[in-house]
């Protein structure tokens, strides 16, 4: 059984200006994780396929779910928030992913994007975060290209563990 269903990924535009090229290329992003973890099974979404690294297809989809609801709903809009997998956000949300199955995963996954597009829907790209980083204040389209980044690092990650689990290759 494959319990996470492949998305239709859209190529984002080439000629389009900055709000309109951010977005999109962060949704192509997070459809590609999705992709890159469609038609397994729960056992081998949850194979740490490169020892001794604990990576899974699972815990970085879990991770990235919990880094939707961080930026957008602690740092971007300071609500208090509540982490699915790792409720104090350091690092475990890679522990144990055989005890969540691939398709409550994807629909948290969902759940967690459709609460980010909504806390950032309407705002400005120059709006500043409620709550500060280290560093000050951070705007949103530095916490948009943010995302981008992370997610881009672990879709690398994603498609040399699905090589290894079934020897799927492809972007």
């Known amino acids: 059984m494959c319990p996470i269903e492949q998305p239709?990924?859209?190529?984002?535009?080439?000629t389009a200006n900055e709000a309109?090229?951010?977005w999109p290329m962060l949704d192509y992003y997070r459809d590609t994780l999705v992709v890159k973890c469609a038609g397994l099974?729960?056992?081998?979404l949850s194979t740490r396929a490169v020892p001794p690294s604990n990576l899974s297809l699972l815990g970085i989809l879990r991770h990235l779910a919990e880094v939707e609801v961080y930026w957008f709903g602690y740092v971007f809009t300071g609500l208090d928030v509540?982490?699915?997998?790792d409720p104090e956000m350091i690092g475990a949300d890679f522990d144990n992913p055989a005890e969540s199955p691939g398709e409550a995963v994807?629909?948290?996954?969902?759940?967690?994007?459709?609460?980010?597009?909504?806390?950032?829907?309407?705002?400005?790209?120059?709006?500043?975060?409620?709550?500060?980083?280290e560093q000050g204040p951070i705007n949103l389209r530095c916490i948009v290209v943010h995302l981008i980044e992370e997610y881009a690092r672990h879709c690398g990650h994603a498609d040399l563990l699905r090589e290894v689990i079934d020897g799927a290759t492809g972007d």
Do not use: H, I
């Open 82 to 85: 509540t982490y699915a997998y």
């Open 8 to 14: 239709e990924r859209v190529e984002p535009s080439r």
């Open 20 to 22: 309109d090229a951010l």
């Open 106 to 133: 994807a629909e948290k996954f969902y759940e967690c994007v459709a609460r980010s597009n909504e806390l950032a829907k309407d705002k400005g790209l120059d709006s500043l975060s409620v709550r500060t980083t």
């Open 41 to 44: 099974s729960d056992e081998q």
